[in-house]
T-cell receptor, first 115, second 114 residues
Framework: AQTVTQSQPEMSVQEAETVTLSCTYD???????LFWYKQPPSRQMILVIR??????QNATENRFSVNFQKAAKSFSLKISDSQLGDAAMYFC????????????FGTGTRLQVTL | KAGVTQTPRYLIKTRGQQVTLSCSPI?????VSWYQQTPGQGLQFLFE???????NKGNFPGRFSGRQFSNSRSEMNVSTLELGDSALYLC?????????????FGAGTRLSVL
């Protein structure tokens, strides 16, 4: 079974600074997807970024980028130029290949953004 | 385009009752997945429906069931409610099955069991 581990329950960053959230996972598969989802107080999960395991290039979406280390099974999220609106719970998730849409989530990291 | 709509937003039930939650996916999406979110267990996959058929199921007791209608709307039912069923239930929809299809989440239904 796949597992996803987020070892940082809480992180804090000052506005305009950069923060990195950590995620490790375990799987015996060679092809899969990895995701970072954001859950603000409104509770709605919002996809931040997605990485395909067979792609060497790290995904980037505006201020959000990942550092994907397949051999180390590590998938960290870097948020640059942090904004107050970035404050939320961030979940790392693993998605299988094939026809299954099931996601396995980590326990989440609560990000605080201070002035 | 409207997002994933879950109703109701909040629900209070007592032990032993049953409850039905509803999820309307994004127009054109055919796959609906359900997740349970609790402080203790985190986010856990319940089941996935595609073309009115349950395609995948998580490790939950038979009290948790669901169905999907021809218009892709889905309902989730929990019978004989227990205190531990108190949770945020999230629904996600995607165009089709599989990892290539991004899952879009609704705002959830907060169920409290007293």
């Amino acid at each position: 079974a796949q597992t996803v581990t987020q070892s940082q329950p809480e992180m804090s960053v000052q506005e305009a600074e950069t923060v990195t959230l950590s995620c490790t996972y375990d799987t015996s598969e060679s092809d899969y997807y990895l995701f970072w989802y954001k859950q603000p107080p409104s509770r709605q999960m919002i996809l931040v970024i997605r990485q395909e395991a067979y792609k060497q290039q790290n995904a980037t979406e505006n201020r959000f980028s990942v550092n994907f280390q397949k051999a180390a099974k590590s998938f960290s999220l870097k948020i640059s130029d942090s904004q107050l609106g970035d404050a939320a719970m961030y979940f790392c998730a693993y998605g299988p290949t094939g026809t299954a849409s099931k996601l396995t989530f980590g326990t989440g990291t609560r990000l605080q953004v201070t002035l | 385009k409207a997002g994933v709509t879950q109703t109701p937003r909040y629900l209070i039930k007592t032990r032993g009752q049953q409850v039905t939650l509803s999820c309307s996916p994004i127009s054109g999406h055919r796959s609906v997945s359900w997740y349970q979110q609790t402080p203790g267990q985190g986010l856990q996959f319940l089941f996935e429906y595609f073309s009115e058929t349950q395609r995948n199921k998580g490790n939950f007791p038979g009290r948790f069931s669901g169905r999907q209608f021809s218009n892709s709307r889905s309902e989730m039912n929990v019978s004989t409610l227990e205190l531990g069923d108190s949770a945020l239930y999230l629904c996600a929809s995607s165009l089709g099955q599989g990892y290539r299809n991004i899952q879009y989440f609704g705002a959830g239904t907060r169920l409290s069991v007293l």
